[in-house]
């Protein structure tokens, strides 16, 4: 995947492939096909990480800690950093400023 960490294991949660394929289901014509037929190669790549019963302790957990600081970030984004802190593992992100608002959670800047 990223050849500028070859050392890691990629996974991606399951809330991130719902978004995915709804990048999917919104294109239209040899535009979906295509999206579609990368989306699918894509994801035989990497494991998907289920939404468990602690991922949604750690979701329930970060959503009312940034909700209470008035630091609120994106429902599905809550999901995505709930499922990276039950994993102990880094987030991969272009979207630095977005995921440090959440104590613990390790943030990784793609190359």
């Not at 709804?22 to 190669?41: M, P, S």
């Not at 959503?63 to 709930?82: F, P, Q």
């Amino acid at each position: 995947m990223d050849s500028s960490r070859p050392e890691c294991q990629f996974e991606i949660a399951a809330i991130t492939v719902a978004e995915l394929w709804h990048g999917v289901e919104r294109a239209i014509g040899a535009h979906r096909a295509r999206r579609q037929q990368y989306l699918q190669t894509f994801l035989t790549a990497l494991p998907i990480i289920p939404y468990t019963e602690e991922t949604a302790y750690e979701h329930a957990r970060i959503w009312a800690e940034l909700e209470a600081s008035g630091k609120m970030i994106g429902y599905y984004d809550l999901i995505v950093a709930a499922t990276a802190l039950e994993h102990k593992s880094a987030l991969a992100t272009f979207n630095q400023r977005h995921f440090a608002q959440i104590p613990g959670l390790k943030v990784i800047i793609p190359a």
